[in-house]
């Protein structure tokens, strides 16, 4: 089949809880999603002998995700913190504790095409936060909260990442939709 397609911009982000393998929670819209790029890590080895090299190993182990976001949504923070969440008519408190353990979480992302004809999704099935949660505020600057993510293999089903092409404009979801439209 090959696709030739060209994607520019980030059309979406969703995020939802891992229950266990291809069992997610509710996704839930990462707002204002402004970034997000991935980092295969790949272990690497070589054999050498008499002046040359012999062999060459290469085998993909993880990927990193990095999401940037426009809001400061206290609910995603709670579903990627595993904090505790309090929300009534006057606040939202979000509540980290030393002692809460980070959870897994899977990360959805959609591309539209150039010509707005197909799109690219993105699905890490089972990763956690794998680096700093980055939030500055700034005299005259919007916030942009940021996080890098670490997916880790999930099994035969969505192995550690799944790159799905359409052939028309698609609604995201996770898991990934087998079928095109509703976007």
């Known amino acids: 089949m090959g696709l030739k397609t060209f994607h520019r911009g980030l059309r979406d982000v969703k995020i939802a809880s891992w229950n266990g393998v291809n069992s997610y929670g509710t996704a839930y819209d990462f707002y204002g999603a402004r970034n997000m790029s991935l980092t295969w890590t790949v272990e690497t080895d070589q054999a050498e002998g008499d002046d040359v090299v012999l062999d060459r190993y290469s085998k993909i182990i993880a ?86 993510f670490q997916g880790v293999n999930e099994g035969t089903v969505n192995g550690m990442l799944r790159m799905r092409k359409f052939t028309a404009s698609t609604a995201l979801e996770i898991p990934l939709r087998t079928t095109t439209g509703s976007s």
Not at 63 to 90: F, H, K, P, R, Y
Not at 99 to 125: E, K, M, T
Not at 135 to 148: K, L, M, N, R, T
Request: glycine residues 6%.
């Open 63 to 148: 990927v990193t995700v990095n999401i940037e976001q426009a809001a400061v949504d206290l609910e995603a923070m709670d579903m990627l913190t595993g904090g505790t969440l309090v929300s009534n008519a006057a606040y939202e408190d979000l509540l980290i504790e030393q002692d809460d353990n980070l959870p897994y979480v899977a990360i959805a992302g959609r591309s539209a095409s150039s010509d707005g004809n197909s799109d690219l999704h993105i699905f890490v099935p089972k990763c956690k936060i794998a680096g700093n949660l980055d939030f500055a505020a700034q005299y005259g600057q919007y916030s942009f909260p940021a996080a890098e």
